[in-house]
């Protein structure tokens, strides 16, 4: 299994259209045979702040995921939105419910 949480800060008049495509992607990832569970949390003291807790099954999910028409979108779409360059961690749970 693997969790990324990628965080992402946006530029404010972006917050709409950022929401968009964020949740068609959101949308159409939850499909994919190998996502376990994809989140998408807004900040509490920040609006144009985001991440992302991403779980797939294994790395031929996440590869997978990177190909899909959606993935493609909405990542060709982020960087017109974007504040700053989007930050990305990768986990392997020890303990995962």
Do not use: C
Not at 15 to 40: S, Y
Not at 44 to 65: G, I, M, T
């Amino acid at each position: 299994m693997i969790v990324n949480i990628v965080s992402i800060t946006i530029k404010p008049e972006f917050r709409e259209q950022f929401e968009a495509v964020t949740l068609h992607n959101h949308e159409n990832t939850r499909r994919e045979p190998g996502n376990i569970r994809f989140d998408v949390l807004a900040d509490s003291s920040d609006p144009n702040k985001f991440v992302l807790y991403e779980v797939f099954a294994d790395s031929y999910a996440v590869e997978h995921h990177k190909t899909t028409e959606h993935y493609k979108r909405w990542a060709s779409e982020m960087e017109q939105y974007m504040a700053a360059p989007r930050g990305k961690q990768s986990f392997e749970p020890l303990a995962f419910n």
